[in-house]
């Protein structure tokens, strides 16, 4: 009898905890729903509203347009490949000005140093769908795509998580000076503003007049930064929220990753989020013909002009290498 209670009010305990959070996963305990990270919420409600500038016809021009459109492709870039596929997962090597020039356009996107973003990764990879995992859509979709970063997480935020996580990042003098420095990402973001200002007002005057190459100039900083760092934003929140949700699986992994895409398309291959999970260190997520992978195709270009090399390649070809190696006699240096 006693035992048929405490079976019936654990069961009553889930529902009420499932009706309460319409979720069968809880945010991480070590979250505070009293203290708001200012350090994201602020940034993120600057420039969303920023951004909203761009209604403005008289900072319309094709010109910004075309440059908005690259840049989501090109920063977006600084995000897949450099902050997760290079550093996070170490799936191919570049030299390091090409990696510091990935992390400087990372930055410019304000998603974080490259510790914090590491280690926040690699934890959502150890935990994908736990209730440690930062940004799990299973508690809700909008704290698995913004919701996370919103409130303060003791456990991610202290500098015992990056050392556990991202102790590599932190061996790189660039990277540590940026983590002591808190607000140097936000320097970064401000120089680049100011570059997308006075480049364009000093091109533009040669032949408008001041008034019209000022709005140009204003256009370009609305449309080349905000409008491009607001949908940057959005894509990799995607890859968190909607491909944990939405999408089929190739591969029978322990969390709720999915192939999905519209995220795919929009991502560069990030989409494919289950291969992902299946093979993380694999350069590659595409594990059929028509899951097309843009991130890795130009990994693989930039290996043909010689900048990137060591390509992790699929875990069925690495298990093949370790074999070989292994069967390769020792060389004696007996005499
Ligand atoms: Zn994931
Ligand atoms: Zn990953």
Same mark, same amino acid.
């Given at each position: 009898?006693?035992?048929?209670?405490k079976?019936? +009010?654990?069961? &009553?305990? /889930?529902? &009420?905890?499932?009706? @309460?959070?319409? +979720?069968?996963?809880?945010?991480?305990? +070590?979250?505070?729903?009293?203290l708001?990270?200012?350090?994201?919420?602020? $940034?993120l409600?600057?420039v969303?509203? /920023?951004?909203?500038?761009?209604?403005m016809p008289?900072?319309?021009?094709?010109?910004?347009l075309a440059?908005?459109?690259?840049?989501?492709? %090109?920063?977006?870039?600084?995000?897949?490949?450099?902050?997760?596929?290079l550093?996070?997962?170490?799936?191919?090597? %570049?030299?390091? #000005?090409?990696?510091?020039t990935?992390?400087?356009? !990372?930055?410019?996107c304000?998603?974080?140093? $490259?510790?914090?973003? =590491?280690?926040?990764?690699?934890k959502?990879?150890?935990?994908?769908?736990?209730?440690?995992?930062?940004?799990?859509?299973?508690?809700?979709?909008?704290?698995?795509?913004?919701?996370?970063?919103?409130l303060h997480?003791r456990?991610?935020?202290?500098?015992?998580?990056?050392?556990r996580?991202?102790?590599?990042?932190?061996?790189?003098?660039?990277?540590? #000076?940026?983590?002591?420095?808190? @607000?140097?990402?936000?320097?970064?973001? &401000? /120089?680049?503003?100011?570059?997308?200002?006075?480049?364009?007002?000093?091109?533009?005057?040669?032949?408008?007049?001041?008034?019209s190459?000022?709005?140009?100039a204003?256009?370009?900083?609305?449309?080349?930064v905000f409008?491009?760092?607001?949908? =940057?934003?959005?894509?990799?929140?995607?890859?968190?929220s909607?491909?944990?949700l939405?999408?089929?699986?190739?591969?029978?992994?322990?969390?709720?990753?999915?192939?999905n895409?519209?995220? /795919?398309? %929009? !991502?560069?291959?990030?989409?494919?989020?289950?291969?992902h999970?299946?093979?993380?260190?694999?350069?590659?997520?595409?594990?059929?013909?028509?899951?097309?992978? %843009?991130?890795? #195709?130009?990994?693989?270009?930039l290996?043909?002009?010689?900048?990137?090399?060591? &390509?992790?390649?699929?875990?069925?070809?690495?298990?093949?290498?370790a074999?070989?190696?292994?069967?390769?006699?020792? =060389?004696?240096?007996? +005499?």
């Amino acid at each position: 009898m006693l035992f048929f209670l405490k079976q019936n +009010s654990r069961l &009553i305990g /889930a529902h &009420i905890t499932q009706l @309460t959070t319409n +979720s069968p996963l809880l945010r991480p305990s +070590s979250t505070r729903p009293t203290l708001v990270m200012l350090r994201y919420f602020v $940034p993120l409600i600057v420039v969303h509203t /920023a951004a909203f500038l761009a209604v403005m016809p008289s900072l319309f021009s094709w010109t910004a347009l075309a440059v908005c459109i690259a840049g989501i492709h %090109v920063f977006g870039q600084a995000i897949t490949m450099g902050y997760h596929r290079l550093l996070t997962h170490r799936s191919f090597a %570049v030299p390091r #000005w090409f990696e510091y020039t990935l992390v400087v356009l !990372a930055l410019c996107c304000l998603e974080d140093s $490259p510790a914090r973003w =590491v280690s926040t990764h690699r934890k959502h990879h150890v935990h994908s769908d736990e209730h440690e995992d930062p940004h799990s859509p299973l508690v809700t979709f909008i704290w698995g795509h913004m919701g996370w970063l919103f409130l303060h997480n003791r456990e991610l935020h202290q500098w015992s998580n990056y050392e556990r996580y991202a102790k590599d990042i932190l061996q790189d003098p660039f990277y540590m #000076w940026l983590e002591k420095n808190p @607000t140097s990402p936000l320097w970064f973001y &401000i /120089a680049q503003c100011v570059l997308f200002f006075a480049a364009p007002l000093t091109i533009g005057s040669i032949w408008m007049d001041w008034n019209s190459a000022l709005y140009f100039a204003a256009g370009m900083v609305v449309w080349g930064v905000f409008v491009r760092t607001v949908l =940057v934003w959005h894509i990799t929140w995607s890859v968190n929220s909607l491909t944990h949700l939405f999408g089929y699986k190739n591969h029978e992994t322990d969390e709720n990753s999915r192939n999905n895409w519209l995220v /795919a398309l %929009v !991502a560069a291959g990030e989409g494919w989020h289950n291969n992902h999970h299946h093979d993380p260190s694999c350069c590659s997520v595409q594990h059929k013909w028509w899951e097309l992978d %843009v991130t890795y #195709w130009e990994v693989r270009a930039l290996k043909a002009v010689g900048i990137v090399k060591d &390509i992790v390649p699929r875990r069925e070809v690495r298990v093949e290498e370790a074999k070989k190696a292994a069967k390769k006699p020792a =060389v004696s240096h007996v +005499s």
